[in-house]
């Protein structure tokens, strides 16, 4: 029997698996399909202070082995949230949540986070400071160390909840902006959000997504997260979760070899919405083949 | 929604790029006419949403036009090709608010789900007007099987090939008593009915890029009176009095 359990500072999962935010919604439409009480625990959709409508369409491009999105952290605003999607998370998932959240000014970020605190279900602060899609926002705080930094230290300020920092790869040295936000009081990261990416109509001319460029995400981009959580376990000492590409038992394997804790899957659930159900019934016989009894034991161990 | 293997029973070229395809499978999620079927295909990242032209207890039958590389592996598949399909998405059409005199207009692969929709009006008692419009004569199809059915078919071509010249707005035109219209084909069409002043309501079937059809991802909201939705959960039906162009 294999011990799927692990940890991401003092909070325990049952397993490694989470599926990410921006492609579990508030877990409502998987809950129709499963019993979301198999996950480890699941990220909710990105909540900014202000309800936000996204981006023009059309806002997604398929690629190779994968997609392009540019759907600007439409969300209902976190007050709209709490009032309403919270109550209903806590009927149909009874594990630890991770709250994602957005922001637009170190004070919004503080505030966001500020209005979880009484929320008992939410284990654990994802905050976002890379979604590329959003011109005035968060991709300058995730490609700055020292903005990282301080928006790691305003979240700090406001709450007792773990603080896990998401960081962007669309930067240099992904390993610079993980040091300043542990030197800044973070208690894990989340990489890595997508790559920016662009395509173009061939017959039109013009760019496939109306915000000109989206993320890029699903297996293309897990070799390129396999890096940088390698290159931030090096770097760091936090707990991290590992995200980018994910699809499989196996690269929920790799991606913890490389040092994560715990794994998100991300655009897996949009081709396949019991993607994060097949993978972790399929998990314990991985793990035998590898010959792991623990699953945590993988986390770092090709270092 | 229902996510299930579908085994493909045949296949059926009925245009130069359109083909009639039949799935066997579990339809029990399927509820309403206009919802559509989201496929996933060998080599592809994103499902392909197609609309549902028809269904019985254990069997799909859905009209592909080919547009991309997706509908275009989709309608070679061999007989014996076995499909993931999530089925039952979407809200699909009310027709309990057509009233006495409902027209359902279609432009080109958008006259699918119509043909379901008119049967199961037919079933409940109504028998509507159907407006069908395509480029040309040789883009036509189905033509038939809405006669079959037993409702009174209008078609008109751009080129006036066949049927009446000009498009399906020009149809509903002539016959005025119908003021309650069911829609789908290109947005330009959807958007020239939407225009149409004898209309006093309406249900308009959306296209869109998705990412997952099924109402995670946002990927394919869309602006109305009632602020925004996603057209492939909150849709792909949207009501004429909602509609933002």
């Known amino acids: 029997m294999v011990n799927l359990s692990v940890r991401l500072g003092d909070v325990e999962l049952k397993n490694p698996v989470i599926p990410a935010s921006g ?8 809950a129709e399909l499963y019993d979301l009480d198999i996950l480890g625990s699941f990220s909710w959709k990105g909540t900014t202070a202000a309800p936000r409508p996204g981006n023009p369409q059309p806002r997604i491009a398929e690629t190779a082995a994968g997609m392009l999105n540019a759907v600007g952290l439409q969300n209902p605003g976190i007050d709209a949230v709490i009032a309403e999607e919270v109550p209903n998370i806590a009927r149909i998932f009874h594990g630890p949540v991770i709250a994602n959240v957005g922001g637009f000014s170190l004070q919004e970020y503080a505030e966001n986070c500020a209005k979880l605190n009484d929320i008992d279900q939410v284990a654990i602060l994802e905050v976002n400071i890379s979604c590329p899609n ?3 926002g968060g991709k300058n705080f995730g490609c700055d160390p020292h903005a990282a930094a301080e928006v790691t230290r305003a979240v700090k300020a406001v709450t007792k909840k773990p603080v896990f920092m998401k960081l962007t790869p669309n930067v240099t040295d992904i390993a610079e902006i993980a040091r300043a936000c542990a030197d800044a009081g973070a208690d894990g990261l989340c990489l890595i959000n997508t790559l920016l ?9 013009r760019p496939l997504i109306a915000n000109r460029t989206g993320g890029l995400s699903g297996p293309a981009v897990f070799p390129v997260a396999v890096r940088m959580v390698w290159d931030v376990y090096e770097a760091v000492k ?9 699809s499989s038992a196996e690269d929920v394997c790799e991606m913890m070899l490389a040092g994560a804790s715990a794994v998100e899957i991300g655009a897996a659930n949009l081709r396949d919405p019991c993607a994060c159900k097949k993978i972790i019934e399929a998990l314990p ?8 009894e623990r699953i945590a034991d993988l986390t770092g161990a090709a270092h | 929604m229902k996510q299930s293997l579908f085994t493909l029973e045949h296949t059926r070229q009925l245009t130069g790029d359109t083909y009639e395809l039949v799935l066997s499978g579990d339809t029990s999620a399927v509820t309403a006419p206009g919802q559509f079927v989201n496929i996933q295909l060998p080599g592809k990242f994103l499902r392909r949403p197609i609309s549902i032209c028809n269904w019985t207890e254990d069997a799909l039958l859905l009209l592909v036009r080919v547009v991309g590389e997706g509908t275009h592996d989709l309608v070679r598949c061999v007989p014996g090709t076995e499909l993931d399909v999530l089925s039952g998405l979407g809200n699909g059409f009310d027709l309990t608010q057509g009233g006495a005199h409902p027209i359902l207009l279609g432009g080109g692969i958008g006259i699918a789900p119509l043909y379901g929709l008119a049967q199961r009006m037919l079933e409940a008692g109504v028998t509507p007007t159907v407006g069908l419009g395509f480029r040309s004569g040789k883009d036509a199809f189905y033509l038939e099987e809405f006669s079959k059915l037993g409702c009174r078919l209008l ?11 000009g498009f399906v707005t020009d149809l509903a035109k002539n016959v005025r ?3 309650y219209a069911f829609v789908c084909g290109p947005t330009p069409m959807l958007k020239a009915v939407h225009g149409l002043g004898q ?3 309406g249900q308009f079937s959306f296209e869109a890029r998705m990412g997952c059809g099924f109402g995670a991802c946002m990927g394919c909201s869309v602006p109305t009176t009632n602020g925004y939705k996603r057209v492939c959960k909150d849709g792909p039906i949207l009501y004429k009095e909602e509609i933002v162009w």
């Not at chain 1, 492609?23 to 439409?29: A, I, L, Q, W």
């Not at chain 2, 078609?155 to 010249?165: M, N, R």
Request: charge should be negative.
């Open chain 2, 155 to 165: 078609v008109a071509t751009e080129d006036g090939q066949l049927g009446t010249k």
């Open chain 1, 285 to 292: 016989a991985v793990c035998e083949r590898l010959g792991v």
């Open chain 1, 238 to 246: 936090l707990p991290i979760i590992g995200c980018g590409g994910v």
């Open chain 1, 197 to 205: 990416g662009m395509r173009i109509d061939l017959k039109t001319k």
């Open chain 2, 177 to 179: 008593e119908c003021d």
């Open chain 2, 199 to 201: 209309l006093t309501g």
């Open chain 1, 23 to 30: 492609t579990f919604g508030y877990g409502r439409e998987y």
């Open chain 1, 134 to 136: 959003v011109h005035a």
